[in-house]
Structures are given as structure tokens and as C-alpha cells.
């Protein structure tokens, strides 16, 4: 008789034998562990950061999913009318493929981040198809390799004044709040397999300005949901502050087990804790790095819908640089699991003991 252990290994070995990246995987990565927690952890890249090899291994050994910081925006995809350019997706893509990766699609429709040429081109008359053409050019260009799309990003922020609690985006003023609608009709259509994901920030934190973000958010999410909107998952972004205000766990558990009574699974997309107003000591920055992590993270994975963790970047190396002062006292951001050379940081510790719990 042998035991069920015995024969769970056997199983890891065959898939190990099965998957060439997991065997060229030294050491267990967030990937391994997560997905021992039953959900799938990776984070954003870019391809000029692929051209550094230690960077790739890091990213193979710790990211069981990918999401293109950039590259998929509209700015880089549809750099002219009409015309498109497909080559960071497909980079960043071919490189989730070759290591056995998922992906995921950010981001369709934003305020943020469109080609100069949009702006003028959706003052025309009969402007739709610049949504929904759009959308069916990308989608489809991704069919069945996108696990899923950040459908629209950005679209709520009540203090723009109206009742539905919507952000005051160009898409808003140009088609009204039923672009959202077509948008996730759109992408249904172009790939049925999908995971259609509405994205945003402002849910996570505890202040009252959040508790009236999250109020508008499940709003919007019910009513959409009413008028057969296809949106299937709440994106959390997971920008949070190791210095500013803080999660409050109470707040944030009982807005998500609301959204997981619509029947909506939950992502944290673009996790990362900005470690700026601390002290200089990086220690004691680092840690508190870690603490917020792991506070948000423990209510986030206490939720059955939360399928995925995807960090904002894997190291530090590659955020932003902070402003002059900041760079002339040596304080470089350091917002994420890696440091600057690779190595894990407490915030990898946290972050590990989170899916391990
Ligand atoms: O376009 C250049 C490219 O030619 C060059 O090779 C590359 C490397 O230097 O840089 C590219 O420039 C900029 C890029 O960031 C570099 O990372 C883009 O012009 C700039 O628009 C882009 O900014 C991104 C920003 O969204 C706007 O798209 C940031 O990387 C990205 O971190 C930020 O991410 C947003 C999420 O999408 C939504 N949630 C908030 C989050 C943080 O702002």
C-alpha cells in the first residue's frame, strides 16, 4: 500500500521531469510556494529588463505569472492610428511561455497612457469603434494566451463629484458611463476564455476617503453586474504606504467577503509598499516594508475568491529614481521583494510566511 505522500511526490517528480524551468529552479521561489497555497504569484516586467540575466533568473525562479508594466498599454501597442505594435507583449509573453508562466493582459481601457493621436481622433463622430475595434485587435491578437485583462483601470474615484462615484476619464466624457459596458462586452467577445478584470486602487486603505471608495466600488460592481456587464474579477491594485495610512484589516475583510458574495474572484495586481517619509535606516525601512505586506496579505489570502498576488516589479533596481534630495541622501526606493542586486528582503520573508499561513 503506499502512502498518499509517497505517491504526491512521485506526481512532483513526473511534473518536475515535465517542466524543464522548474528543474533548472535551484531554490523554491514565491511561485512554489504560492502555489502550494492553491493561488498563483508573480509579478509586472519589462522587457528592457529581460536583457539582464541574473534578472531573468530571479524572474523565472520567483514569478509564477506575468503582466507587462507597460508594454501593453495603448501608447505602446497603438502607437498610430491603426497600426500596431505587438513586440513587448509578445516578448514579455514568450518569456512567461518559455518558464512556464502564466499572463495576464494590463490594460485595455485607461485615462492614462494613450497614444498622442486618441485624444482628437474620439472627437469625431461615430468614435465607438475606436473602444471596441480596439479591444477586438488586442484581445484577439492574445486569444488564449491572456489568463486575464484588465479590462478598464482606473474608472471609479468619487471625490470627481457624481453619483455613480465615476472617474471623470476621457472615455466618461466622451461615450458616457456606458463605455465600461461596451468595453467588457468587447473583450468577451473577443475571448470568451478570459478572466475579465475591473482594476483600480483605493479600496485597500482605512481611511475615510477609502471607506467611500469602497462603498462606490461595490456599487459599481453590483449594478454592472445587474445590467449583465461581464465582469468576472475585482482587481486590486495593492499600492500600499510602510509610512503613510495603513490597511485596516477589519474594513478591508468585510469589502471583500462582499465582493466575494457577488460571485467575483479578487487579484491583487500591482502589489508594492512605498517606503518613503520612514527613517533612513534601511533596516527598519525594510521591515516595515515587510509588516504592511504581510498585514495586507493575510487578509487578502484569508478570502477564498483571491486567486492571484502579483507584485508591481520584482526588484528594487528598476523603480523609478526618487527626487534630488532623496538621491543625495542615498534613499532609494525599496518597495519590493528584491533588492537592487537580487537578493530576498524581508519583504520576500513576509510575503513567503503570508502563502504559507
Ligand atoms: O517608453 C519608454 C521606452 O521607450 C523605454 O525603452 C523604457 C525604458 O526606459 O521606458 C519607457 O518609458 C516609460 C516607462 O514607464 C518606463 O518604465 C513610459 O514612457 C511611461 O509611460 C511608463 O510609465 C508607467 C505608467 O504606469 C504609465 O503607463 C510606469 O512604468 C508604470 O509603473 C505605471 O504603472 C501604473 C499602472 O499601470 C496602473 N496603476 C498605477 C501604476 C503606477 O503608476
Known amino acids: ?84 505594435d505587438f513586440s513587448g507583449g509578445d516578448g514579455l509573453l514568450a518569456f512567461a511561455r518559455t518558464h512556464g508562466m502564466a499572463f495576464r493582459g494590463h490594460t485595455l481601457v485607461w485615462d492614462h497612457s494613450n497614444p498622442p493621436w486618441l485624444a482628437d481622433a474620439l472627437q469625431q463622430p461615430n468614435a465607438e469603434p475606436l473602444l471596441t475595434d480596439y479591444i477586438a485587435t488586442v484581445v484577439g491578437h492574445y486569444k488564449g494566451r491572456v489568463r486575464s485583462w484588465d479590462v478598464v483601470n482606473e474608472v471609479l474615484q468619487p471625490t470627481d463629484g457624481r453619483r455613480d462615484g465615476l472617474r471623470d476619464t476621457l472615455w466618461l466624457k466622451r461615450f458616457g458611463p456606458g463605455y465600461i459596458d461596451m468595453a467588457f462586452h468587447a473583450a468577451r467577445q473577443a475571448d470568451p476564455a478570459a478572466l475579465l478584470v475591473y482594476n483600480d486602487w483605493g479600496c485597500e486603505w482605512g481611511a475615510p476617503e477609502n471607506d467611500r471608495f469602497r462603498a462606490a466600488t461595490l456599487d459599481f460592481l453590483s449594478h454592472a453586474l445587474a445590467r449583465g456587464v461581464p465582469i468576472q474579477a ?124
Not at 8 to 36: C, H, K, Y
Not at 43 to 62: H, I, M, V
Not at 258 to 273: F, N, Q, S, Y
Open 1 to 84: 500500500m503506499i502512502s498518499r505522500r509517497f505517491f504526491l511526490e512521485q506526481l512532483a517528480g513526473a511534473a518536475t521531469a515535465l517542466r524543464p524551468s522548474f528543474a533548472a529552479r535551484v531554490e523554491t521561489g514565491l511561485r512554489d510556494i504560492a502555489v502550494r497555497r492553491g493561488i498563483v504569484y508573480g509579478c509586472a516586467a519589462a522587457t528592457y529588463e529581460l536583457k539582464d540575466a541574473a534578472f531573468s533568473a530571479a524572474l523565472a525562479r520567483e514569478a509564477g505569472i506575468l503582466s507587462a508594466e507597460y508594454e501593453m498599454k495603448r501608447a505602446a501597442l497603438e502607437p498610430s492610428r491603426g497600426r500596431y
Open 234 to 357: 475585482l482587481g486590486l491594485q495593492g499600492h500600499l504606504s510602510a509610512f503613510g495610512t495603513q490597511v485596516d484589516q477589519k474594513k478591508l475583510a468585510v469589502f471583500l467577503d462582499a465582493v466575494r458574495g457577488m460571485g467575483l474572484k479578487i487579484l491583487v495586481t500591482e502589489h508594492d509598499v512605498d517606503d518613503s517619509g520612514g527613517p533612513s535606516d534601511i533596516a527598519l525601512r525594510d521591515q516595515a516594508v515587510a509588516d504592511a505586506s504581510r498585514r495586507f496579505l493575510d487578509v487578502m489570502l484569508d478570502n477564498p475568491a483571491t486567486q492571484a498576488v502579483l507584485t508591481w516589479g520584482l526588484s528594487d533596481r528598476f523603480l523609478d529614481p526618487p527626487g534630488w534630495r532623496d538621491r543625495l541622501a542615498g534613499r532609494y526606493p525599496r518597495k519590493l521583494p528584491l533588492d537592487r542586486d537580487y537578493g530576498r528582503k524581508p519583504m520576500w520573508n513576509a510575503m513567503a510566511k503570508a502563502f504559507r499561513a
